[in-house]
């Protein structure tokens, strides 16, 4: 089983929708959970981080965590076209005095107006 | 402010050549990344640095070297170039900020093809 495992989509959505970003991972050592956003021929940027598990809300953009299910989301109310990119998530753990940092293979999300 | 930058944008080796990808930051950053990252792969961590003078390697190091003189540069040497490593390079930088996280931040990329 993978560390992190992220459905690939691609996924397609009408403008208004909301989009659900899923990743599972299988190491209870992750600690620090992280949503980037890649548009096409860019470098990521992070668009949230949280460490808990709960909900943490950023505009209409909500990041969710569940440990007990090594689960996390990351859902996107009233979708825009300015919205598609690859989404990837990511997190780490602190395993023998050194940094793991693992991300998901990215999911490949399109707005359509 | 630039942030991290990378150079070149994009660059055609032959099998068998060398070239050194360069990233800067100016943001007085400690740690320093280089990741490649394959079409539906995801990000994979090649070489990291905790500061100058300190490297260490990531998931996927082999034909891969890297040097940390300074705070800003962190270059990226490929001694050997082959067509496995035909790949978009990401170079990144993080503040070390106790419980923030992993806030990279990402330069805008390397695009190595080699034939």
């Known amino acids: 089983q993978k560390e992190v495992e992220q459905d690939p989509g691609p996924l397609s959505v009408p403008e208004g929708a909301i989009v659900s970003l899923n990743c599972t991972y299988s190491n209870s050592a992750f600690q620090y959970f992280m949503w980037y956003r890649q548009y096409s021929r860019k470098g990521p940027e992070l668009l949230m981080y949280t460490y808990s598990s709960g909900n943490k809300e950023d505009g209409r953009f909500t990041a969710q965590v569940d440990k007990s299910s090594k689960y996390i989301s990351l859902f996107i109310r009233d979708s825009q076209p300015s919205d598609s990119a690859t989404y990837l998530c990511?997190?780490?753990?602190?395993?023998?005095?050194?940094?793991?940092?693992?991300f998901g293979k990215g999911t490949k999300l399109t707005v359509n107006p | 402010n630039a942030g991290v930058t990378q150079t070149p944008k994009f660059r055609i080796l032959k099998i068998g050549q060398s070239m050194t990808l360069q990233c800067t930051q100016d943001?007085?950053?400690?740690?320093m990344y280089w990741y490649r990252q394959d079409p539906g792969m995801g990000l994979k961590l090649i070489y990291y640095?905790?500061?100058?003078?300190?490297?260490d390697k990531g998931e996927v190091p082999n034909g891969y070297n890297v040097s940390r003189s300074t705070t800003e540069d962190f270059p990226l040497r490929l001694e050997l170039a082959a067509p496995s490593q035909t790949s978009v390079y990401f170079c990144?930088?993080?503040?070390?900020?106790f419980g923030a996280g992993e806030t990279q931040y990402f330069g805008p990329g390397t695009r190595l093809l080699v034939l």
């Open positions: 943001m007085n950053h400690n740690y």
């Open positions: 640095s905790v500061g100058a003078g300190i490297t």
């Open positions: 990144a930088s993080r503040e070390v900020s």
């Open positions: 990511a997190m780490t753990a602190v395993q023998g005095g050194s940094e793991k940092l693992v």
